[in-house]
T-cell receptor, first 111, second 113 residues
Framework: GQNIDQPTEMTATEGAIVQINCTYQTSGFNGLFWYQQHAGEAPTFLSYNVLDGLEEKGRFSSFLSRSKGYSYLLLKELQMKDSASYLC????????????FGDGTTLTVKP | SQTIHQWPATLVQPVGSPLSLECTVE??????LYWYRQAAGRGLQLLFYSVGIGQISSEVPQNLSASRPQDRQFILSSKKLLLSDSGFYLC????????????FGQGTRLTVV
């Protein structure tokens, strides 16, 4: 079966660093995505990891450990606009590119 | 550039009424197409996916159906809506045969009353 776990909510201060964790147990693995979703809007792509290690993209970085079934999204220099839900998704099958999503982590950035 | 259009943005329908949500993609050919549903505070649940015209796979048993009459058109339907069909419906596409991200439409907020 498919199981993806993320914390439900997190709170951080503007300018700080926050790490959002994701653990997964899936029947197949072909990469892991992080998406950002503002309330009432569609998710937008942030990052993709298929090999172990850290991928850095501006203020956002994503890490993957396939042996541990673990990923994290690191957000630096937090801004108020970073308040959103962050969804971890595993590309479980290359057949049709299907992804299994976690329930998302709602991040609130406070001044 | 590629774009995805999904409509309507919001919809209020009575129980027992039919449903038709439409999604079209522009600027690409032979995309993988998806319908997701998102309950409040939850992640995305994959309802249907399609790898080509007329090819539909259902992920969960439900009161809904999907069709792909054209390469870049994906339709979500129901003959009789249930209260439990309320939710945020998202259409998405991805490039066929490549491990790339999904691109989402704006979503449809469906409320069944």
């Amino acid at each position: 079966g498919q199981n993806i776990d993320q914390p439900t909510e997190m709170t951080a201060t503007e300018g700080a660093i926050v790490q959002i964790n994701c653990t997964y147990q899936t029947s197949g693995f072909n990469g892991l995505f992080w998406y950002q979703q503002h309330a009432g809007e569609a998710p937008t792509f942030l990052s993709y990891n298929v090999l172990d290690g850290l991928e850095e993209k501006g203020r956002f970085s994503s890490f993957l450990s396939r042996s541990k079934g673990y990923s994290y999204l690191l957000l630096k220099e937090l801004q108020m606009k970073d308040s959103a839900s962050y969804l971890c998704a595993v590309l479980s099958s290359t057949n049709a590119g299907k992804s299994t999503f976690g329930d998302g982590t709602t991040l609130t950035v406070k001044p | 550039s590629q774009t995805i259009h999904q409509w309507p943005a919001t919809l209020v329908q009575p129980v027992g009424s039919p449903l038709s949500l439409e999604c079209t993609v522009e600027g690409t050919s032979n995309p993988n197409l998806y319908w997701y549903r998102q309950a409040a505070g939850r992640g995305l649940q994959l309802l249907f996916y399609s790898v080509g015209i007329g090819q539909i796979s259902s992920e969960v048993p439900q009161n809904l159906s999907a069709s792909r009459p054209q390469d870049r058109q994906f339709i979500l339907s129901s003959k009789k809506l249930l209260l439990s069909d309320s939710g945020f419906y998202l259409c998405a596409w991805s490039v066929d045969g490549v491990n790339t991200e999904a691109f989402f439409g704006q979503g449809t907020r469906l409320t069944v009353v």
